[in-house]
Each structure stands twice: as C-alpha cells, then as structure tokens.
C-alpha cells in the first residue's frame, strides 16, 4: 500500500495524471490536498534546530495514516 499527498493538484488533475502512466495500481490511495480543505504545511523551519521540522498537521496526517493496516 502506498499513499501520494499532493498539495498542488486536485483528485481529477492527479487521475488524468496517474491514467496517462499507465493502470494504477489497486494499493496506491491518493491524498489531494486541495480536495482535502486546502493545502496545509507540514514542514516548516525550526529556530531552535535551523532546520526542518515537522508541523501539526503533519503529526495529524501521521497519527490517520497509522492506523491504515499494512500501511
């Protein structure tokens, strides 16, 4: 199983995609963003480390995603 999050393209704009590829595979869900409520970050930079960190809707989408078995 996989999961492809976008934040830039729409659920009809990723199919045409996907379908111009080739079958899509049964185990591949599509996360869009813009279908979703919007784009969200889910990085940001840290002051204290002077990198990248997580956001929380990054530990929102985290803990969802977690309870998909076989995942």
């Known amino acids: 199983m996989a999961i492809y999050v976008t934040a ?3 659920a009809i704009e990723v199919h045409n995609r996907l379908n ?3 079958p899509i595979p049964d185990q ?3 996360l869009p963003l813009p279908d979703a409520g ?3 970050p ?3 930079p840290d002051a204290a480390t002077r990198g990248p960190s997580t956001t929380p809707a990054w530990m929102a989408l985290e803990q969802q995603l977690t309870t998909l078995a076989g995942l």
């Open 28 to 30: 591949l869900y599509v």
């Open 8 to 10: 830039e393209d729409d």
């Open 42 to 44: 889910l990085f940001a």
């Open 38 to 40: 919007g784009a969200v």
């Open 20 to 22: 111009a590829l080739g």
